[in-house]
């Protein structure tokens, strides 16, 4: 086979000219020096180191130890052999860069796919609040446009004081109050007894824990908050998530869904 035939063969499945030509030269000596290959061929002398070191990383050459260093053709059976082994690595090494930029990439165009294809901006689905503070501030200003049904899901409901005004007014427009809350030794407390005379339902959820707290006012608004762990003895200092905000029927519909089946299988209160 003719030379230019091999270096268009080796080309082919990979290879660089200059590595196809510096392979070639080593096939039809025993051994050669990095100046030998550099003089009868095309590489130049600034490139052959280069170019001998990324065929010994392919497997088609060695070095051998001698003074000056002198360079082997590896056999062909051996040399295909090592060549895929080096195509592997390099394909897996390659997959898992891409794939580590494709995640990356997909974090940025995600919300940019979910506004033109879904109809919906991904920040339109929820809106953070900064603090359990924001979170009853935008619960009272709902609370106080009420028109129907106002349903609320709490744990001790240390925070009715801040909204029992707002509750009272609303059940004097006519509207439908639900409080799911525990009821630590039967004890209702002032403020609820008061909300349960002017009308409110209230039941005593026989769970021990939920780690949802969330007011719906009119199906329409969502205001709720998931705790991140159980506190047991720091009531007034949760561990919770960031309070959202939502007008998204799929999350309101969940909320509600859960809240009527946990209501069901609590227990009434008076």
């Known amino acids: 086979m003719s030379s230019d035939k091999l270096h268009e063969m080796l080309r082919r499945v990979g290879l660089t000219s200059y590595e196809a030509e510096a392979y070639i030269a080593l096939l039809s000596r025993r051994e050669l020096t990095a100046e030998e290959i550099s003089r009868i061929t095309s590489v130049p002398i600034t490139r052959v180191y280069g170019t001998l070191e990324q065929l010994m990383l392919k497997g088609f050459a060695r070095i051998v130890e ?20 080096y195509l592997r690595r390099k394909f897996e090494s390659n997959t898992f860069q891409i794939d580590d930029n494709m995640k990356s990439l997909q974090r940025q165009i995600e919300p940019l796919y979910v506004a033109s294809h879904l109809q919906v901006k991904a920040e339109e689905l929820l809106e953070p ?13 709902y ?78 608004n969502l205001i709720f908050v998931i705790w991140a762990a159980e506190e047991s003895k720091r009531y007034w200092n949760p561990i919770v998530y960031t309070p959202n905000h939502t007008k998204n029927q799929g999350l309101i519909r969940l909320f509600r869904e859960s809240f009527l089946f946990r209501w069901t299988n609590a227990s009434r209160v008076r």
């Open 66 to 85: 001698t003074r000056p260093k002198q360079f082997h053709a590896i056999s062909p059976d051996r040399a295909r052999h090592d060549y895929l082994s």
């Open 129 to 141: 609040l900064d603090s359990l503070g924001a979170m009853e501030e935008i619960t009272r200003k």
């Open 143 to 220: 609370l106080q446009s009420a028109e129907e049904e106002i349903l609320i899901s709490t744990a001790l409901f240390s925070w009715v004081p801040k909204i029992k005004l707002d509750l009272k007014k609303a059940l004097k427009r006519g509207v439908k109050l639900k409080i799911l809350m525990q009821i630590k030794e039967n004890r209702l407390g002032r403020e609820i007894s008061e909300l349960i005379d002017s009308g409110s339902a209230v039941r005593n959820t026989r769970e021990p824990w939920h780690p949802v707290r969330g007011t719906l006012i009119d199906s329409e």
